[in-house]
């Protein structure tokens, strides 16, 4: 199977840390520039996140549940 898009990421940083989520999830992942770069440009461009096709809706569960913000309390 191949990859699938899960994800653009604002930048390198962003697409790291939802790398980071993923491989504590034990999905595999792959960053590709999401623009083509210019070689004027800065090194910070948005990436793309992909994943195995088959990992998809796991990828997309792993990323809500650690993204989600927590549930409040009520006292």
Do not use: F, K, W, Y
Not at 18 to 30: D, F, H, K
Not at 31 to 50: I, K, N, S, Y
């Amino acid at each position: 199977m191949g990859m699938a898009h899960l994800a653009v990421a604002a930048n390198l940083t962003e697409a790291e840390e939802i790398e980071t989520i993923l491989q504590a999830a034990g999905i595999p992942s792959e960053l590709h520039p999401a623009v083509e770069m210019h070689p004027r440009q800065l090194d910070d461009a948005p990436t793309q996140v992909l994943v195995p096709e088959e990992q998809l809706v796991a990828a997309q569960e792993a990323i809500l549940a650690l993204t989600e913000p927590d549930e409040q309390v009520s006292d």
